[in-house]
């Protein structure tokens, strides 16, 4: 699976975006997916999850209620809505793939495949 990540830009906070992960390749309905981030200088770090079923759903404590992560397993494609953003949510966001299950503990260095970063900007 391949993974093109799209969708950042800069915003005031409040404002909103809505990130896209495109997947090509076979088999991509039997990836558990997930959103990760990292900002300047630090690691990266969880943001939220998706089962391969899209039924199961993980979000990072810092962005519940304000981010939602889907799937469209017809269009290949993930989301991650992200309403009411912060100037700490400021950061290159990346998606990544692993085949089977994925939950919040999982590491990033474990998924098989990540897209290319997109940035993220809030300004305060």
């Known amino acids: 699976v391949q993974l093109q990540a799209s969708g950042g830009g800069s915003v005031q906070a409040g404002g909103s975006l809505r990130l896209s992960c495109a997947a090509s390749?076979?088999?991509?309905?039997?990836?558990?997916m997930a959103w990760f981030r990292q900002a300047p200088g630090k690691d990266r770090e969880f943001v939220a999850s998706?089962?391969?079923?899209?039924?199961?759903?993980h979000y990072a404590d810092s962005v519940k209620g304000r981010f939602t992560i889907s799937r469209d397993t017809d269009k290949n494609i993930m989301y991650l809505q992200m309403n009411n953003l912060k100037p700490e949510d400021t950061a290159v966001y990346y998606c990544?793939?692993?085949?089977?299950?994925?939950?919040?503990?999982?590491?990033?260095?474990?998924?098989?495949?990540w897209g290319r970063g997109t940035q993220v900007t809030v300004a305060s």
């Open positions: 990544g793939a692993d085949w089977g299950t994925v939950t919040a503990e999982t590491p990033w260095r474990d998924y098989d495949c």
């Open positions: 998706i089962a391969w079923s899209g039924v199961h759903q």
């Open positions: 390749g076979p088999d991509f309905d039997y990836y558990g």
